[in-house]
């Protein structure tokens, strides 16, 4: 697919990212304890980076990037998009949820409309709206109802919609973690030239191992001590070669290992 | 008093290809089936729908039959039971006075004033108190206790403060309307999917634009259940405040009717009422159906 030839008229530059020391503590509710679920967290993203948050099931990941988004605050540390302090609903990033949440009663296209910058006349905008369907391939869906289309569209929309201001920061949360496992390489491969297409930085939450180190410049470990309660950084690693990758590879292999091994899984890589 | 359980009138059927359940409101209202909350039935083929009529017809010509052979009969004298054609006689020889007419409009226009009042600050006070956790805890207590008065509490304070023209009738009728648009409206939307209203604010969507790009059309079809439910409590007060108070229109036809032996009249009244409550609810009905092809 080539979709070199993108006409983007609002994309904001990549921005970096900066997690300072940041934790989120939620309160105690009725007579229970205070619940620490990240502590400690330090990490710089450099502009146009592709980081990917791995670890298991309810270890905080989405905690995190809801931290980083604006739509939730943390209770330590500092965040900053571009060296400024996180906003709330900061909009200078942009989310595509866990589940695609789109607006039931709209149509495909109006559902991305309600991603893009304000300001934009209505012309800029349907024009846009068009360069994002075409990218997620879904200029045949546009006047659809979310009910009509499939589950891997509906995340395509999703993400449409969460381009369509051109964020400088691109938070995508298990974006494709619903998906069957054909589609979900179909939709990573899409990921990978669209972020060709319009660079941002991109934080994206995954369980995936495999997405994980198809997709991300850095694999950021999450985890937590047996003897300290919140989850924090436990392992970075750099993956390297260029997108798109072999996921066959030696490289990737020997990585993949490490990650498992690292998540308290056994690879059988080598046994 | 009670106006909401009319036998025999044509009960539209919720269709068996909808695929959502059927929501909470149909249930409520017995006053018909409501279409919100579930899918709309696909555009019903030509033979359906004669069948779907024909059905419902049944009933009301067998009772027709029945009450004619058992008038006709002798069976029940006619200061009991009058003869279909004694009623339809009545209905010509109020028309010829000019009276049938304004009788039937001077209640239309009641019902419509008032459940359009009342509809709309029912709107107003179910935004109010589905959006805002304070005015929920201020207003709903006293809502609730307002609620539960019974309709007829109303009318003697009303005709004090207000005098026996229009306006005690119209706000009694408002009064009625207002509680059920006031219910569904809060309560649904307290129950807006909290994923949807995130992401429209993620997509920075301030209050205002919150409520009308997400909030709002979510709340349609309950909106609409609570319209449908106002008009049929509209019609019941309407008949509340013409038998106490009135001298035009189809509750005052009831009590007139009453008080002179007229029971030819008395079913005629009854009989309109049923029709006309009944074709509002349809025309509602219709509107309901376009708003969910766009909303729902």
Redesign the interface.
């Known amino acids: 697919m080539s979709s070199s030839s993108s006409s983007v008229t609002v994309a904001t530059p990549a921005l970096p990212v900066s997690l300072r020391g940041v934790g989120r503590t939620f309160p105690a509710v009725r007579g229970g304890e205070e619940r620490i679920v990240l502590r400690d967290i330090q990490l710089e993203i450099a502009p146009g980076e592709i980081v990917a948050l791995l670890g298991p099931s309810g270890c905080g990941k989405s905690t995190l990037l809801r931290q980083i ?1 604006g ?1 939730d605050r943390p209770t330590a540390g500092t965040l900053t998009i571009d060296r400024t302090a996180v906003a709330p ?1 900061d ?1 200078r990033s ?2 595509a ?1 866990q ?1 695609p ?1 789109l ?1 039931p ?1 709209r149509t495909v296209a109006r559902n991305v409309e ?2 893009l910058p ?1 300001g934009l006349d209505r012309r800029q905008g349907a024009e846009r709206v068009a360069e994002l369907l075409e990218l997620v391939q879904l200029s045949h869906a546009a006047g659809l109802k979310p009910r009509e289309i499939s589950g891997g569209m509906a995340q395509r929309v999703s993400l449409a ?1 969460a381009l369509a201001r051109g964020p400088g920061v691109l938070l995508l949360d298990e974006p494709f973690g619903a998906l069957d496992a054909l589609t979900r390489l179909t939709m990573q491969d899409l990921l990978v030239d669209i972020h060709r297409a319009e660079p941002a930085t991109i934080v994206l939450v995954t369980h995936d191992v495999d997405e994980a180190l198809a997709l991300a410049d850095r694999i950021v470990l999450l985890g937590t001590r047996h003897d300290r309660p919140g989850a924090t950084i436990s392992m970075i690693l750099d993956v390297p070669g260029a997108r798109p990758r072999d996921r066959a590879s030696v490289v990737l292999t020997r990585l993949r290992a490490k990650l498992l091994d690292a998540l308290g899984v056994p690879s059988h890589h080598g046994a | 008093m009670s106006f909401d359980e009319r036998g025999g009138a044509p009960v539209r059927r919720p269709s068996t290809e909808g695929r959502r359940s059927a929501s909470l409101f149909q249930f409520v209202s017995g006053y018909g089936y409501s279409a919100a909350g579930r899918d709309l039935p696909e555009v019903s083929r030509g033979r359906t729908t004669v069948t779907t009529i024909l059905l419902g017809l049944v009933l009301p010509v067998l009772i027709l039959a029945v009450w004619w052979v058992a008038a006709e009969s002798g069976a029940i004298p006619d200061y009991l039971l009058p003869s279909p054609p004694q009623v339809v006689a009545a209905g010509v020889e109020l028309a010829q006075a000019g009276l049938l007419a304004t009788y039937i409009l001077i209640s239309v226009q009641r019902v419509l004033l008032g459940f359009a009042i009342g509809a709309a600050i029912g709107l107003v006070l179910g935004a109010l108190v589905g959006l805002s956790p304070l005015a929920s805890k201020l207003l709903a207590p006293l809502l609730g206790a307002i609620r539960a008065v019974p309709s007829l509490a109303w009318v003697p304070l009303l005709t004090i403060y207000l005098g026996i023209y229009e306006e005690p009738k119209i706000t009694l009728i408002a009064i009625g309307a207002a509680f059920p648009v006031f219910t569904t409206v809060a309560g649904a939307l307290r129950h807006v999917d909290p994923h949807l209203v995130e992401a429209g604010q993620a997509f920075g969507l301030g209050r205002l634009a919150l409520l009308s790009t997400v909030q709002l059309p979510a709340v349609v079809p309950s909106i609409v259940s609570g319209l449908r439910l106002a008009l049929a409590q509209a019609w019941l007060f309407l008949v509340a405040a013409e038998l106490i108070a009135s001298s035009m229109g189809l509750g005052f036809l009831l009590i007139d009717s009453q008080n002179n032996g007229r029971i030819d009249r008395l079913f005629l009244a009854i009989i309109l009422l049923g029709v006309l409550g009944k074709t509002t609810d349809a025309l509602v009905g219709l509107g309901e159906r376009a708003l969910l092809q766009r909303w729902g």
């Open positions: 988004s739509l609903a909009q942009a989310v949820f589940e949440r607006l009663w309600l991603g304000r919609r």
